[in-house]
């Protein structure tokens, strides 16, 4: 009976106790800013009960004890603030909370702190309060959209496109020359002498804070420039302390059951194994297999992690950071498509079936260091990124090189790895000397290393009966080496003095000088070996290495030649600037700029075997103005206006007369480029609906003079160079922005909330080229080459938040219209690139703030990639001349958090 009475009044003491509680839910912001803050810790002081804030700032504090507490909220790098508060029976305190960014008063030195620019309301933030337009996605958005690297994070913004088959972006119908890459605001040389920027899809979403794409021009840019300026940020430590690891594995699905072609030269781990070409013709001593291997599991995977640390130094007010990242990823892709050409009446020459194998592993490993002590703040990154494309290609079918037997049918063999090493220093020392004078300096040392370590090229010719034999000629058998170092120095000094205390205005003077020292250095050795007997080979059993071997050179069975190429490119750029940014009023900022850039370029060039040898030596001088404007209808509505002038030089290669033997064509440089010169027009227009919502508009013309475009030389089919085609390229077009949150619920008493959001950027372009007399184009009117009339990307996302529960799934779909792949010349009509949509699906859900997991569905429409081109004969249709899907993948991955 005692037990009874005992347990009744032990269930009334626990029934009244929980009748005694209530709870404490709010939201954290920047009280300048207004962006909320993720992270923020929520303590009551009196007890040990506490939370953080989610990634919409939120907070909830359940089962509290009735009473008067001390409620105090902070954040690194924030003023923290205590708040007495009383929690009363079964009822909930509400408080919204601002807090402002801490400022350290060092002998009249003002130390502000950092935002999460990782944060897609942050970075809208920081669009609506800048006087330049400009756009950005940042970590937090890259993650949702399931963009892989830099390259596939560009395409979600507005006016971006990628071209099949090409290296880098497109903005705004302009291709790789026209736009400039940096790394947290350092120029960072290209890894291939094709392309003037280094690829972007070298750097992988676990290094990106976020991606800023500045498509409208102030002085303290880049000069040489049109399209846009594309800045990778990299990561920082945002709070106190960090560890993670992620692991991931996937599949695509026209890799799976595949025996899978590998050529060879590259280890287990990802690295060229053999680089360095042979010296003597008489001594076979490649130490790469003709033979392909092969293997039939083709699994995706990745491994990263991530980890830093803060600590206080000195009095305590000095801050040193830390932050570290490692990973390593390998995909396989597998293509099987059709490649043909024609004549320009539309007889086919080539019509071949594809077989292209492709294994690309990438290694980063990157350091960040910060210091902030007294009135200065010192910061200093490293990063090493390794990338590795191993591919073989077989192109079997009929093709007039194998023009020694009837149809012409053969296999033509391609094995290419590409082994690119990129590694970055930079130091950045700012001070701020007193609350309107603040100086910004910096160094950086960068340093390129891309291989093509043996290429094999191996034309063989179809006998019937399943027999093949190898065809005699410069160039059938073939193996390449080649290296391209560049080395990379720059220098930057900015200082910049405010008119004003008043921190509502934005008055300021600023200059600055920038440095840019390059030098590029090729080497490029190909290596004939000619055949002179052309015995039968089993098509089942193509054994290359039993005919091209020590015994078989003794035997005088092919001709092994040497042939050397070289090159090298100083590039100095010497450029002072000078910015003034003034408040008219409360609702217009001027800013009116002066850019000066001297350029010097000199070229030594011994190359094509010996028959083009000399040097060119190239100086410009460059005044270029700038002028941006802000209106603020109101506190949610910005109009700005943006003039400026730029050039684009040539790229290095360019100016080289190198031949370059691609996969289906060749290109060769020209001495006498000139540089184009850009003058830019902008007028956007942003409402901002609320802090994650947003409509823009945007309206852009560019005129350029002497626009640089590849053409078809007529000397030679297939053999491609550059000129400047026409006296000038008129662009025009509009862009349109939507962020919309469609519906989103309150947090209850148990945290829980939902939001359905989605996204649409779209834009139309309009491209008018009139090139000039006794070049080689088919017709005097023409589009740029890869500008896409229409761009359209959008997603749908919803979140779901528990106490220890977020959950965030997206639908992302791009469509880019048909477009110009490459302008017809030589009496050919312009080959076109089919419009192509494609859909992915990515998911992630985080349990109790470790544990993470993730699915990633690609490619989920598969469409096909095709490229047609119309003969020059009446009422003739297009002529299909690439044809391939590349499949779907899908990923599964898990992270933990400690």
């Given at each position: 009976?005692?037990?009874?009475?005992?347990?009744?009044?032990?269930?009334?003491?626990?029934?009244?106790?929980?009748?005694?509680?209530?709870?404490?839910?709010?939201?954290?912001?920047?009280?300048?800013?207004?962006?909320?803050?993720?992270?923020?810790?929520?303590?009551?002081?009196?007890?040990?009960?506490?939370?953080?804030?989610?990634?919409?700032?939120?907070?909830?504090?359940?089962?509290?004890?009735?009473?008067?507490?001390?409620?105090?909220?902070?954040?690194?790098?924030?003023?923290?603030?205590?708040?007495?508060?009383?929690?009363?029976?079964?009822?909930?305190?509400?408080?919204?909370?601002?807090?402002?960014?801490?400022?350290?008063?060092?002998?009249?030195?003002?130390?502000?702190?950092?935002?999460?620019?990782?944060?897609?309301?942050?970075?809208?933030?920081?669009?609506?309060?800048?006087?330049?337009?400009?756009?950005?996605?940042?970590?937090?958005?890259?993650?949702?959209?399931?963009?892989?690297?830099?390259?596939?994070?560009?395409?979600?913004?507005?006016?971006?496109?990628?071209?099949?088959?090409?290296?880098?972006?497109?903005?705004?119908?302009?291709?790789?020359?026209?736009?400039?890459?940096?790394?947290?605001?350092?120029?960072?040389?290209?890894?291939?002498?094709?392309?003037?920027?280094?690829?972007?899809?070298?750097?992988?979403?676990?290094?990106?804070?976020?991606?800023?794409?500045?498509?409208?021009?102030?002085?303290?840019?880049?000069?040489?420039?049109?399209?846009?300026?594309?800045?990778?940020?990299?990561?920082?430590?945002?709070?106190?302390?960090?560890?993670?690891?992620?692991?991931?594995?996937g599949v695509n699905t026209q890799t799976l059951g595949k025996e899978f072609m590998l050529s060879d030269g590259v280890n287990a781990l990802g690295f060229a194994q053999s680089k360095t070409a042979p010296t003597n013709e008489a001594v076979y001593s490649?130490?790469?297999?003709?033979?392909?291997?092969?293997?039939?599991?083709?699994?995706?995977?990745?491994?990263?992690?991530?980890?830093?640390?803060?600590?206080?130094?000195?009095?305590?007010?000095?801050?040193?950071?830390?932050?570290?990242?490692?990973?390593?990823?390998?995909?396989?892709?597998?293509?099987?498509?059709?490649?043909?050409?024609?004549?320009?009446?539309?007889?086919?020459?080539?019509?071949?079936?594809?077989?292209?194998?492709?294994?690309?592993?990438?290694?980063?490993?990157?350091?960040?260091?910060?210091?902030?002590?007294?009135?200065?703040?010192?910061?200093?990154?490293?990063?090493?990124?390794?990338?590795?494309?191993?591919?073989?290609?077989?192109?079997?079918?009929?093709?007039?090189?194998?023009?020694?037997?009837?149809?012409?049918?053969?296999?033509?063999?391609?094995?290419?790895?590409?082994?690119?090493?990129?590694?970055?220093?930079?130091?950045?020392?700012?001070?701020?000397?007193?609350?309107?004078?603040?100086?910004?300096?910096?160094?950086?040392?960068?340093?390129?290393?891309?291989?093509?370590?043996?290429?094999?090229?191996?034309?063989?010719?179809?006998?019937?009966?399943?027999?093949?034999?190898?065809?005699?000629?410069?160039?059938?058998?073939?193996?390449?080496?080649?290296?391209?170092?560049?080395?990379?120095?720059?220098?930057?000094?900015?200082?910049?003095?405010?008119?004003?205390?008043?921190?509502?205005?934005?008055?300021?003077?600023?200059?600055?000088?920038?440095?840019?020292?390059?030098?590029?250095?090729?080497?490029?050795?190909?290596?004939?070996?000619?055949?002179?007997?052309?015995?039968?080979?089993?098509?089942?059993?193509?054994?290359?290495?039993?005919?091209?071997?020590?015994?078989?050179?003794?035997?005088?069975?092919?001709?092994?030649?040497?042939?050397?190429?070289?090159?090298?490119?100083?590039?100095?750029?010497?450029?002072?600037?000078?910015?003034?940014?003034?408040?008219?009023?409360?609702?217009?900022?001027?800013?009116?700029?002066?850019?000066?850039?001297?350029?010097?370029?000199?070229?030594?060039?011994?190359?094509?075997?010996?028959?083009?040898?000399?040097?060119?030596?190239?100086?410009?001088?460059?005044?270029?103005?700038?002028?941006?404007?802000?209106?603020?209808?109101?506190?949610?509505?910005?109009?700005?206006?943006?003039?400026?002038?730029?050039?684009?030089?040539?790229?290095?290669?360019?100016?080289?007369?190198?031949?370059?033997?691609?996969?289906?064509?060749?290109?060769?440089?020209?001495?006498?480029?000139?540089?184009?010169?850009?003058?830019?027009?902008?007028?956007?227009?942003?409402?901002?609906?609320?802090?994650?919502?947003?409509?823009?508009?945007?309206?852009?013309?560019?005129?350029?003079?002497?626009?640089?475009?590849?053409?078809?030389?007529?000397?030679?089919?297939?053999?491609?160079?550059?000129?400047?085609?026409?006296?000038?390229?008129?662009?025009?077009?509009?862009?349109?922005?939507?962020?919309?949150?469609?519906?989103?619920?309150?947090?209850?008493?148990?945290?829980?909330?939902?939001?359905?959001?989605?996204?649409?950027?779209?834009?139309?372009?309009?491209?008018?080229?009139?090139?000039?007399?006794?070049?080689?184009?088919?017709?005097?009117?023409?589009?740029?080459?890869?500008?896409?009339?229409?761009?359209?990307?959008?997603?749908?996302?919803?979140?779901?938040?528990?106490?220890?529960?977020?959950?965030?799934?997206?639908?992302?779909?791009?469509?880019?219209?048909?477009?110009?792949?490459?302008?017809?010349?030589?009496?050919?009509?312009?080959?076109?690139?089919?419009?192509?949509?494609?859909?992915?699906?990515?998911?992630?859900?985080?349990?109790?703030?470790?544990?993470?997991?993730?699915?990633?569905?690609?490619?989920?429409?598969?469409?096909?990639?095709?490229?047609?081109?119309?003969?020059?004969?009446?009422?003739?249709?297009?002529?299909?001349?690439?044809?391939?899907?590349?499949?779907?993948?899908?990923?599964?991955?898990?992270?933990?958090?400690?």
């Amino acid at each position: 009976m005692n037990r009874i009475v005992i347990s009744i009044l032990l269930l009334i003491q626990a029934i009244s106790a929980m009748a005694q509680t209530g709870s404490v839910k709010g939201t954290v912001i920047d009280a300048k800013t207004k962006e909320t803050l993720i992270g923020t810790t929520v303590m009551l002081k009196e007890t040990s009960q506490g939370t953080i804030t989610d990634f919409d700032g939120n907070f909830l504090v359940q089962k509290v004890q009735a009473g008067k507490y001390t409620l105090l909220i902070s954040f690194i790098s924030y003023d923290s603030q205590e708040l007495n508060i009383e929690v009363k029976p079964n009822e909930e305190v509400t408080l919204n909370v601002a807090l402002s960014p801490a400022t350290l008063e060092l002998e009249g030195v003002q130390v502000v702190a950092k935002a999460n620019r990782e944060s897609e309301s942050m970075l809208l933030a920081e669009q609506k309060n800048a006087v330049v337009a400009t756009q950005a996605i940042g970590a937090q958005e890259i993650s949702r959209k399931g963009a892989s690297d830099a390259e596939a994070a560009v395409t979600k913004v507005s006016g971006i496109a990628k071209q099949e088959g090409v290296k880098n972006v497109f903005v705004r119908g302009l291709g790789d020359r026209f736009n400039a890459t940096t790394l947290n605001g350092f120029p960072v040389p290209s890894e291939d002498p094709e392309y003037k920027n280094i690829s972007l899809d070298f750097f992988s979403s676990d290094m990106i804070k976020a991606v800023g794409v500045n498509k409208v021009f102030s002085a303290q840019m880049t000069g040489d420039v049109a399209g846009a300026e594309i800045n990778i940020s990299s990561k920082e430590l945002l709070g106190d302390s960090e560890f993670g690891i992620d692991l991931s594995a996937g599949v695509n699905t026209q890799t799976l059951g595949k025996e899978f072609m590998l050529s060879d030269g590259v280890n287990a781990l990802g690295f060229a194994q053999s680089k360095t070409a042979p010296t003597n013709e008489a001594v076979y001593s490649f130490g790469n297999s003709l033979n392909p291997t092969s293997q039939n599991l083709q699994l995706n995977r990745a491994l990263s992690f991530a980890g830093g640390k803060r600590y206080k130094t000195g009095t305590g007010k000095d801050m040193l950071s830390f932050y570290v990242i490692g990973s390593y990823d390998a995909d396989y892709s597998y293509v099987n498509g059709i490649v043909r050409n024609t004549t320009t009446s539309g007889t086919v020459f080539r019509d071949q079936m594809s077989d292209e194998f492709e294994l690309k592993t990438t290694h980063l490993l990157m350091g960040n260091l910060e210091y902030g002590f007294n009135d200065y703040e010192l910061s200093y990154n490293a990063m090493v990124i390794h990338s590795n494309t191993r591919s073989m290609l077989d192109y079997n079918g009929m093709h007039s090189n194998f023009e020694d037997v009837d149809d012409y049918k053969g296999l033509i063999r391609r094995q290419q790895i590409n082994d690119n090493t990129l590694i970055v220093n930079q130091l950045r020392l700012n001070r701020q000397f007193n609350s309107r004078l603040s100086a910004n300096t910096g160094a950086s040392f960068n340093y390129t290393m891309g291989s093509e370590p043996d290429r094999r090229i191996n034309y063989l010719s179809d006998l019937g009966n399943r027999k093949y034999h190898l065809l005699k000629g410069t160039g059938r058998q073939q193996r390449f080496f080649s290296d391209l170092n560049v080395a990379d120095i720059n220098v930057q000094l900015e200082m910049s003095y405010k008119l004003t205390d008043d921190e509502e205005n934005v008055s300021l003077v600023k200059a600055g000088y920038k440095g840019r020292f390059a030098v590029d250095d090729f080497q490029g050795i190909e290596w004939d070996n000619q055949r002179v007997t052309q015995p039968e080979i089993d098509q089942n059993n193509i054994d290359l290495d039993g005919l091209f071997n020590q015994s078989a050179l003794d035997n005088g069975d092919f001709i092994n030649s040497e042939f050397e190429s070289s090159y090298s490119v100083d590039k100095y750029i010497n450029s002072g600037y000078a910015e003034l940014m003034y408040q008219l009023n409360p609702s217009l900022i001027l800013n009116a700029g002066l850019r000066a850039d001297l350029v010097y370029l000199d070229v030594a060039y011994d190359v094509n075997r010996g028959s083009s040898v000399g040097n060119t030596t190239k100086d410009y001088f460059y005044l270029l103005p700038s002028l941006n404007l802000k209106y603020s209808l109101n506190k949610d509505n910005v109009l700005r206006l943006g003039a400026s002038r730029t050039y684009t030089l040539p790229q290095s290669k360019e100016i080289s007369p190198y031949r370059y033997v691609g996969r289906n064509w060749s290109s060769q440089g020209n001495p006498d480029l000139i540089p184009s010169t850009n003058y830019n027009l902008d007028l956007k227009w942003d409402y901002f609906l609320s802090r994650d919502e947003l409509f823009s508009v945007a309206v852009f013309g560019k005129y350029i003079q002497d626009p640089i475009s590849r053409i078809e030389k007529a000397s030679a089919g297939g053999f491609l160079t550059y000129e400047n085609i026409a006296d000038n390229a008129i662009i025009g077009g509009v862009e349109v922005e939507v962020r919309k949150n469609l519906f989103s619920t309150q947090k209850d008493n148990a945290g829980t909330y939902s939001k359905l959001s989605m996204g649409v950027n779209a834009s139309y372009l309009k491209t008018d080229v009139e090139v000039k007399g006794g070049l080689n184009f088919t017709n005097k009117k023409t589009e740029l080459e890869g500008a896409a009339p229409f761009l359209v990307n959008a997603d749908l996302s919803y979140q779901f938040h528990k106490t220890d529960l977020d959950f965030t799934a997206s639908l992302v779909k791009n469509y880019f219209s048909e477009r110009i792949y490459t302008v017809g010349a030589g009496g050919y009509q312009d080959i076109v690139e089919n419009g192509v949509p494609t859909l992915d699906f990515v998911s992630s859900l985080k349990y109790k703030k470790h544990w993470g997991l993730s699915l990633k569905a690609r490619n989920l429409l598969d469409p096909s990639f095709k490229l047609t081109r119309k003969p020059n004969a009446a009422g003739a249709d297009p002529i299909v001349l690439s044809d391939y899907k590349k499949g779907m993948s899908f990923n599964l991955g898990v992270s933990y958090n400690f």
